[in-house]
Every structure is written in structure tokens, then in C-alpha cells.
């Protein structure tokens, strides 16, 4: 299992992730657009996830809400692209912060031992992403596709 690479480059509004798999594309796609399955594995260990929507086709939509002991976070977004094993494009928000919409492409590739998960970033504004960091995105991050790469795993 090869660990995941986060890259967020100083005075921009990006946020960059990398992981490689021992899945394939196919196994990959499906573990993280379906429903049942994406409540397994995405947040942070420390938070229960409930997928209340999850249409992924393009102009589907999707919301779900991590909860612990000192509240609620819910998230929500629209699917603008789908492509079957190779890609999605998305939005994301944070209902805490409404408004702060942020543009995610998620690309399949694969390599010799699997395939490798890339995902681009764009926040609304620099500020946007530093808070998102600040509030411990890279956590959520690591902790997801770890997540990710043991529910891959066990299938």
C-alpha cells in the first residue's frame, strides 16, 4: 500500500492529491461511487458517515454528514462529469461555510501494480483552502484513503 501524497501549494487555491491502489480501475471506480460502500470508507476514522444522496451520473447530486460527539458536518455537491473506470468531476461545499464551492476532477490511471487515484482542488479563494486545512482537511484526507485502500483490499 503506497501512501498518499497531498500537495497545496503556498498562495493558491489548490489542493492536489495522489494515491496509488493494488486495485484496478473498475474496482476503484465502484468502491468509490457506490453508496453503501462510500459510507465505509470516507472522513476521518473518528466520524460516522451517513450518505443520505449519492446519484452519480452527470447533474446528480450527493450529500452526507459526519457525525461525533460535539455535532454534525454535512457536505453536499452536484456531479458535472462521469466517465465509467476513468473520471469524475464534481463540486463539493461544506454547508458551514455555504457558498464556498469548490471544483474537484478526480482521474483513474492505470499503472503497472494497480491504479493511481488523482484528484485536483480548486477552492473558491486561497483563504477557502487555507481554512479547509486549517480545519483539518489533510486528516480527513489521509484517513480516507487509507480507508479507501483497506475496503479495496478486503474486496
Partial sequence: MTGTT??????????????DFEATPAQLF?????R???AQWL???????????????????YRYVHRDATGEY?????FHAVEQDKLVIQTFEW?????????????LEPTEKGVRLHQQSV????????QSI??????????????????????
Fill in 30 to 34: 465502484r468502491v468509490m461511487t457506490d
Fill in 6 to 19: 497531498i500537495n497545496t501549494p503556498a498562495g493558491t487555491p489548490f489542493v492536489e492529491v495522489t494515491r
Fill in 43 to 61: 472522513g476521518p476514522r473518528d466520524l460516522e458517515a451517513t450518505v443520505e444522496e449519492y446519484d452519480v451520473r452527470a447533474g446528480g447530486k
Fill in 95 to 107: 454547508e458551514g461555510a455555504p457558498g464556498e464551492v469548490c471544483l474537484e476532477k478526480m482521474t
Fill in 36 to 38: 453503501d460502500l462510500v
Fill in 123 to 130: 477552492f473558491p479563494s486561497v483563504e477557502a483552502r487555507d
Fill in 134 to 155: 486549517e480545519y483539518g482537511m489533510e486528516n480527513g484526507i489521509h484517513d480516507s484513503m487509507d480507508r479507501l485502500a483497506e475496503l479495496l483490499a478486503k474486496s
Fill in 74 to 78: 454535512a457536505f453536499r455537491g452536484v
